[in-house]
Each structure stands twice: as structure tokens, then as C-alpha cells.
């Protein structure tokens, strides 16, 4: 009786690792367009610029899917490491064609004298997130052989890490 039960601990736990880990990677992808993503430009054979563009304020995530894609375009490229020469994050503005309706809740307090109304956003939600946009953009130099101390990554362990 106890075996079938550790199985079945074992088999959830393992669900929902993998859950937790295509959850993570989910916005990991070639953006299309002018959309979310990344994108990289050749700006000579070893110098890249690598942009990665996330929905929401998400600095510390675009920043790491930056790294991973010039790690992988690294290695493409036949190279072993990267140098980031400037790094430059913006929050980016969405004007939607047709603004969401912010839900509100209203509160109505009654006492002695009467009763009055508050209205105000729900806590749970940033009318600001939906719109924003988090950009990060990498201009990287690779090489090969012996990396430089400053600013360098190497790609292999990047690419893995990240």
C-alpha cells in the first residue's frame, strides 16, 4: 500500500516540476514582428546587438532571456564567450486601441450619521502592467579562446544556467 502512494507522491511532484519549468520558459521565443521575444542584428561578424522585449515589469527576466540568446547566438556563431559592451533597459508604453475596464470595488460604510461610499482599483491589480512592456537590449563582442575578465560570459555555461 505505502509503494503505490510514493509513486503517486513522486509522480505529482515530477508534474509539476516540468509544469514550473515550461511556466518559466513559456516567454522564451523569436519575437514576431514588433511583439514579445527576441531579436538580434549583426552588426559586423562578431559584434551582435541582442534584444529581448517582456510583458509587464519583468526587468530581472528579460535581462536573463537577453543573456541566454547571446549565449546561444554565441555558440552559433562558432564562438566560446561574449563580452557585453552596453546594456540598456526601457519600459515601454502599449497604448491599447480599446482600454481594458479596470474592475472596482465599492465599499459602503453605514453609521449614525449616514452612509458613505469608497470606490477605489482592486490591490491585486496593476492598471499599468498590462500596457508596459520591459526591453532589454545587449550589444555583445564574441571571441574565442582566452575571455576577458570584464563584463565577459561564458556562452556554454550562459546558455545552460539562464
Given at each position: 500500500m ?6 503517486l ?8 516540476c516540468?509544469?514550473q519549468?515550461?511556466q ?5 521565443h523569436p ?5 514579445t ?21 519583468q526587468?530581472?527576466?528579460?535581462e536573463?532571456y ?11 556563431q ?6 557585453v ?5 526601457r ?9 481594458a475596464?479596470?474592475e472596482?470595488i ?5 453609521g ?10 482592486r490591490?491585486?491589480?496593476d ?16 571571441g ?16 545552460t544556467?539562464i
Amino acid at each position: 500500500m505505502i509503494k503505490p502512494f510514493i509513486a503517486l507522491c513522486l509522480l505529482v511532484l515530477l508534474t509539476g516540476c516540468a509544469s514550473q519549468q515550461h511556466q518559466q520558459h513559456r516567454h522564451y521565443h523569436p519575437a514576431k514582428g514588433d511583439g514579445t521575444g527576441y531579436k538580434e542584428l549583426a552588426l559586423s561578424e562578431t559584434h551582435y546587438r541582442v534584444q529581448f522585449k517582456l510583458r509587464g515589469q519583468q526587468r530581472a527576466a528579460a535581462e536573463r532571456y537577453a543573456l541566454r540568446r547571446a549565449a546561444e547566438l554565441t555558440l552559433q556563431q562558432g564562438y566560446d564567450w561574449f563580452v557585453v559592451i552596453k546594456k540598456t533597459q526601457r519600459r515601454l508604453e502599449d497604448e491599447p486601441a480599446f482600454p481594458a475596464r479596470r474592475e472596482a470595488i465599492t465599499q459602503r460604510h453605514c453609521g449614525l450619521l449616514g452612509c458613505r461610499s469608497t470606490r477605489y482599483a482592486r490591490p491585486d491589480e496593476d492598471p499599468f502592467d498590462e500596457e508596459a512592456y520591459t526591453l532589454v537590449l545587449l550589444e555583445i563582442q564574441m571571441g574565442r579562446g582566452v575571455r576577458p575578465e570584464k563584463n565577459s560570459y561564458d556562452a556554454e555555461t550562459t546558455r545552460t544556467i539562464i
